[in-house]
């Protein structure tokens, strides 16, 4: 299996983190931001809409990190999909909210203030009031249960967590700071040491 993709990349870390917790052996190929190498036809044929990451594996190709993560953890039989169907619902349910509610207000804080892509005032106005809203919701579904689907780690958790890792560098930290079980829960799985090595931390 081989992955091309680059370590700061948040969807790229989500594809680092189930290959760590599933000890999937793979080979990673930098594809470099810097010299544009995501928008040349070497990477277009693995990704064709000229973003990270992507993978092969044997004669079988895949992008779209999400999927990815499902393939890496099912072809391991790893432990990251619960085999309960409403559980598997559940998780299913978090990685979309992850998508629609989540991550859009949270990457307007992170381009501002460590990619230092400028975003308007109102633009990160409205992005408090999302992030408030989603992370509510997130802390009482936190607050009877461990991890953010249920009883267990699964791609769930693990689809948050490289916008969260930025996000606390961030004026977005003092959202998170008064829902105290998103807290709890961000303190329990950053220090995972399959995470704390794809941070770099």
């Not at 990270?52 to 393939?71: H, I, K, N, Q």
């Not at 432990?79 to 559980?87: N, S, V």
Request: charged share 20%.
């Amino acid at each position: 299996m081989k992955i091309f993709g680059h370590p700061m990349s948040t969807c790229t870390r989500k594809v680092l983190m189930t290959l760590a917790e599933t000890n999937t052996t793979h080979e990673f190929e930098l594809v470099d931001f810097a010299k544009n190498e995501h928008k040349q036809p070497p990477h277009l044929a693995h990704q064709p809409f000229g973003q990270v990451p992507a993978m092969t594996d044997g004669d079988f190709a895949l992008y779209e990190s999400r999927a990815m993560c499902r393939y890496i953890n099912e072809k391991a039989n790893g432990p990251l999909i619960p085999r309960d169907i409403r559980d598997r619902a559940r998780m299913e349910q978090w990685i979309s909210v992850e998508t629609s509610n989540f991550t859009g207000p949270v990457m307007k804080f992170v381009f501002q203030h460590i990619f230092k892509r400028e975003q308007t005032p109102e633009a990160l106005a409205t992005a408090a009031t999302q992030l408030e809203t989603a992370l509510g919701i997130m802390d009482k579904q936190l607050a009877v249960h461990p991890f953010i689907a249920g009883s267990s780690f699964t791609l769930a958790d693990v689809s948050f967590m490289p916008y969260i890792e930025y996000a606390m560098n961030t004026p977005a930290k003092e959202h998170f700071a008064k829902h105290p079980h998103v807290v709890a829960w961000w303190n329990k799985i950053s220090e995972r040491p399959t995470w704390r090595k794809i941070a770099g931390r």
